[in-house]
């Protein structure tokens, strides 16, 4: 009888040692769906009217498309463009900016051009902050859901202070406007820190729609000037206002030295897939936004910087901005008439393109079947969940906006956007009618 030698026993129990493998960093690592991604395909599994994701259902005006295809055919601009932009976009710029700021723009030197507005902020962020240093970012909630990632990836510490709402009203029953949501400015500086390094505001504001008053931006810039913060200001919502007026914070006295004011094409022409937008400011900042830019990517896609620069030559003929505005005040006023003939409550916005909705009066039955992976994500998308389900009509749980601590400011709420066509919105109409159906039955 044979014997296995001692030394081929030993190989062959090592073979079944599990061998340590490399491991991506926690930050990336988790399978954790976004939360676009996770509520579309809830949407498209029961055939849900779509006012969740903020892109526009709706082809961009024949000019904006006209101009993009041109550029497309053009032999010259199938090449790398200049890491800063190309020349015909950076004059429009220049000259868009110049008449906004009230100050003369150069634009070969104090702006830059972006693979969208998120790429601009994570290259303001990379060129302001250093990693190891425990430096901190001051975020307003609640805050586009991108900030924080870009903020970690540069190397610094995002601290948030949330939005409240102040008034008699009771949001629960009462429509209230997203002037309500008020930043407390004791809460705002016992926030800042010796570590503090950047202050980001968004204004037109998404997803409450407040449009931050001048005298808002004045309290919020002594304290930026007091504790000598950058201000980054995301201000891709800058033409879509409803009877209030936009002021970008870089006009106010003393806050152009200290101010990057971040800007989309994407928004600005409901362009959203093509990705160009920009960064504005004194030219040393944005020398360094552009150092940061061309190791991140390089450089933004030639064609589409030069259909975007088009676009802006002709917007004016056109009347674009103001005929624009004027459709999303309609799309806006007619989803608030639909939520009033539903019985929800909701935030007026002044700005941007979204419609906070108060569903607190929703009951859903406690033994209502949810799935795992909607649950550990907490009551808020159970709540927006059950409305895709039952109603047919999708949004965006807008707790996703918040820090844990936060969460609850917004847990009764449901984000959708009014970017849609009018048929999507009456098909919505006419979808909601069974929630209207349903809040009467359980209100009995």
Not at 328 to 346: A, K, Q, S, T
Request: include cysteine; proline fraction near 7%; glycine fraction near 8%.
């Amino acid at each position: 009888m044979s014997s296995t030698p001692a030394t081929t026993t030993a190989a062959a129990a090592g073979s079944l040692v599990q061998k340590p493998t490399p491991r991506p960093s926690p930050l990336y690592a988790s399978t954790e769906l976004d939360v676009w991604t996770l509520m579309n395909q809830v949407a498209t599994s029961v055939g849900a009217v779509n006012l969740g994701q903020g892109y526009m259902s709706y082809p961009p005006k024949e000019f904006i498309r006209r101009a993009a295809q041109e550029a497309l055919v053009e032999s010259t601009h199938n090449q790398y463009a200049p890491p800063r932009g190309r020349p015909g976009l950076l004059e429009q710029l220049g000259r868009r900016f110049t008449e906004r700021f009230g100050r003369p723009i150069d634009a070969s030197s104090e702006i830059s051009v972006h693979a969208g507005a998120n790429e601009a902020l994570l290259s303001v962020f990379t060129a302001f902050l250093e990693h190891g240093k425990g430096q901190e970012v001051i975020l307003m909630e609640p805050a586009f859901d991108q900030y924080t990632p870009n903020i970690i990836m540069a190397g610094g510490k995002p601290v948030y202070v949330p939005l409240r709402v102040q008034t008699s009203k009771d949001p629960a029953v009462d429509v209230i406007s997203s002037d309500d949501w008020k930043l407390d400015m004791g809460e705002l500086e016992s926030a800042i820190t010796k570590n503090t390094r950047i202050l980001v505001l968004n204004t037109p504001h998404n997803p409450v729609g407040k449009v931050f008053t001048r005298k808002e931006l004045e309290e919020i810039g002594a304290l930026a000037e007091r504790h000598n913060l950058l201000i980054v200001a995301d201000e891709v919502y800058e033409h879509l206002t409803y009877g209030v007026k936009h002021v970008s914070i870089a006009t106010l006295p003393g806050m152009w030295g200290r101010t990057v004011t971040v800007g989309s094409a994407g928004k600005l022409f409901g362009v959203t897939g093509w990705r160009v937008g920009w960064a504005v400011g004194p030219a040393e900042f944005i020398q360094a936004t552009l150092s940061a830019h061309t190791r991140i990517v390089f450089t933004s896609n030639t064609p589409l910087q030069e259909g975007v620069a088009t676009a802006f030559r002709q917007a004016k003929e056109n009347d674009f901005f103001s005929l624009q505005r004027g459709e999303y005040e309609r799309r806006r006023n007619r989803l608030m008439e639909i939520f009033d003939d539903v019985g929800l409550p909701y935030v007026v916005p002044n700005g941007a393109y979204y419609l906070l909705v108060n569903a607190s009066s929703l009951k859903i039955p406690d033994d209502y079947g949810f799935p795992d992976y909607i649950v550990e994500r907490g009551p808020n998308f159970k709540l927006v969940y059950f409305f895709i389900k039952e109603f047919g009509v999708s949004g965006i749980p807008p707790t996703e906006f918040y820090s844990e601590p936060h969460k609850d400011i917004a847990k009764d709420y449901v984000r959708f956007a009014f970017c849609k066509t009018d048929e999507g919105l009456e098909e919505a109409a006419v979808c909601l009618q069974k929630l209207k159906k349903y809040l009467q039955e359980t209100r009995k």
